[in-house]
């Protein structure tokens, strides 16, 4: 089969399935991804060389993350996501999921393999939710990364607490927070729950992401500055927050999300 011919199969596997996120593949192909985190990497303390370590990626959906750390040649890359809509940790007001929105979730999984296959790569996805990880289940790593994940999670410190259990390294936190909050309480942890009716839990300011962070176990070694999150070429899930005290939020996330970074390692107790 001739360069031409592959590249355009690969162009038919990538238009076949939705996409989070943008990926470079082989022959110049680009995913139409929801967000572009391209930019991102050159924002978030990422380590240059990921050599000889064992590492997490939370909550994986399409694999940049886990794909990134590869890259930087890790010597294993275990991806983690949920296997089905019903372990989706979302607020009991949001509507039921249809059989359509089953099959959008299976064609969603149907991504990563596309673009694992497309870079050869030898990541390893593990359908397991956040909350059961264990040394039992998925061995332990040296780094892992939780990207835009904890505003989704009905118990973020417990998540937290979970990666603390398998990771005896660094964690790296790329999370949602809350400009408004952080302006007015810079220093006072606080965390704005929503409504309820979207698949989001809660909203802190950077002090209540950091005092989420240091409650699992784990000791902030340095906080980067915040940023925001573009968006892709793809098509993306409105963000549809009601009430006129939105109208700056919904504003914002026309251009992107605010997002900051945490680095993290496993408290150790004095003596």
């Not at 870079?119 to 990207?147: K, N, Q, W």
């Not at 000791?219 to 573009?230: D, K, M, Q, S």
């Not at 914002?252 to 408290?267: D, I, K, S, Y």
Request: glycine content about 8%; some cysteine; charged content about 20%.
């Amino acid at each position: 089969m001739s360069e031409g011919a592959s590249d355009d199969g690969l162009r038919a596997r990538v238009a076949a399935v939705p996409w989070y996120h943008t990926i470079e593949l082989p022959g110049g192909i680009v995913t139409p991804g929801e967000y572009d985190l391209r930019p991102t990497v050159a924002k978030v303390r990422f380590p240059e060389s990921l050599e000889g370590k064992r590492c997490l990626d939370v909550g994986t959906h399409d694999g940049f993350w886990a794909f990134e750390m590869e890259r930087r040649g890790a010597a294993s890359v275990t991806a983690i996501d949920v296997a089905d809509l019903s372990e989706l940790d979302w607020p009991v007001a949001v509507p039921p999921f249809s059989p359509e929105a089953r099959e959008e979730l299976a064609r969603r999984r149907g991504a990563f393999t596309v673009a694992q296959e497309a870079l050869g790569s030898a990541v390893e996805r593990a359908e397991i939710s956040v909350y059961d990880l264990a040394p039992e289940r998925v061995g332990t790593f040296d780094f892992a990364f939780f990207g835009t994940l904890l505003h989704h999670l009905r118990d973020p410190v417990g998540a937290l607490a979970a990666v603390r259990r398998v990771v005896h390294g660094q964690l790296l936190v790329c999370a949602v927070f809350c400009v408004s909050k952080t302006l007015l309480y810079p220093s006072t942890p606080v965390v704005e729950l929503f409504e309820g009716r979207q698949p989001f839990w809660n909203y802190p300011n950077i002090a209540g992401l950091r005092r989420q962070v240091e409650s699992a176990g784990w000791t902030v070694v340095a906080t980067g500055r915040p940023f925001l999150e573009r968006f892709g070429a793809g098509p993306r899930w409105p963000a549809q927050l009601p009430g006129w005290r939105n109208v700056p939020r919904r504003a914002m996330f026309r251009v992107g999300v605010p997002h900051v970074w945490l680095l993290a390692e496993p408290f150790a107790p004095g003596p």
